[in-house]
């Protein structure tokens, strides 16, 4: 499976961004990480296969909301009242272990960059 992030850029304090992510196989449990500049890379937001039930970091729960369209292999983040410490890649994976929130099949992610 390879996936493919898209939809960051440059953006200010308070405004929101959708980001994409789109499989080229089928998929199961999705989530999306981030990795800020100088930090490990860290667990955002997660879907189960059905997309009934969901997962958030704490420091992004409320603002940020993952959605998935499998009729299309797409996995969103739909991320608002965005914060400059939102700053990072973003990187979608397939979530191998669900209660761990680990990860696989990383595709190339996708800079968000929130200024002040």
């Known amino acids: 499976v390879q996936l493919q992030a898209s939809g960051g850029g440059l953006v200010q304090a308070g405004d929101s961004l959708r980001l994409s992510c789109i499989a080229s196989?089928?998929?199961?449990?999705m989530g999306w990480f981030r990795q800020a500049p100088g930090k490990e890379r860290e667990f955002a937001a997660a879907?189960?296969?059905?997309?009934?039930?969901?997962e958030y970091a704490d420091s992004v729960r409320g603002r940020f909301t993952i959605a998935r369209d499998s009729a299309k292999n797409t996995v969103y983040l739909r991320m608002t009242s965005l914060k400059p410490e939102d700053t990072a890649v973003y990187y979608c994976?397939?979530?191998?272990?669900?209660?761990?929130?680990?990860?696989?099949?990383w595709g190339k992610g996708t800079l968000v960059t929130v200024s002040s």
């Open positions: 994976a397939a979530i191998t272990n669900w209660a761990r929130k680990e990860g696989a099949y």
């Open positions: 196989g089928p998929t199961f449990s």
């Open positions: 879907i189960n296969w059905s997309g009934d039930m969901s």
